[in-house]
Each structure stands twice: as structure tokens, then as C-alpha cells.
């Protein structure tokens, strides 16, 4: 087995798995219980949409898709932020 045939295989495998996490965080979304519950899977999304560019992007060699990330990153970080003002307000007005 070739370096590149390793590589191949490894990325898929984790493209796979990483597809599975991203479908079981998208049904934690849905039904999570909390609005909590909600925000904190909308982030384990992010982190998952992440680590998917990023496998996608050692599959294909290009390094395009880490400018991606880098973005989807950023707007990650910034509606976590959001919702959790969102909930303190929230939590501050049953006060």
C-alpha cells in the first residue's frame, strides 16, 4: 500500500465519519431539549463543518478550502457569541 493510497482511504474513512457526526448534530439541533442544548450543537456543527473542509482539502490537495474554513470558522465563532447574548437577554428578562 502506497502514501497515496494510505492518504486516500484515511480521508474517506473520515469524510464518512465526520458526514455521520454532522447528520447526528443537525437531529441534536431538532430535538434538543434546551435552547442551550441547541447552541451548543449548532457549535459542535461548526467545529464538524471544519474538520469536513479540512479533510476535503487534503483529499484534494487544494488549498482553497482552508480560506473556506477560515470563514466558516469566523461565522461560527460569531453566531456562538450571539446566541449566548441572546440567552444571558433572555435569562435577564425572567429576572
Known amino acids: ?5 494510505f492518504l ?3 480521508s474517506l474513512i473520515a469524510l464518512v465519519l465526520l ?3 454532522l447528520l447526528i448534530s443537525v437531529v441534536r439541533i431538532v430535538i434538543g431539549p434546551t435552547l442551550a442544548d441547541r447552541v451548543m450543537a449548532l457549535d459542535l456543527l461548526t467545529v464538524l463543518a471544519l474538520g469536513f473542509i ?9 488549498t482553497l478550502y482552508l480560506d473556506i474554513a477560515i470563514a466558516v470558522a469566523l461565522l461560527g465563532f460569531l453566531a456562538t457569541i450571539a446566541f449566548a447574548r441572546y440567552i444571558l437577554r433572555k435569562a435577564i428578562e425572567r429576572e
Not at 500500500?1 to 493510497?5: D, K, P
Not at 479533510?55 to 487544494?62: F, Q
Open 19 to 21: 458526514a455521520a457526526a
Open 1 to 5: 500500500m502506497s502514501a497515496a493510497s
Open 8 to 10: 486516500d482511504w484515511t
Open 54 to 62: 479540512g479533510a476535503v482539502a487534503v483529499r484534494t490537495g487544494l
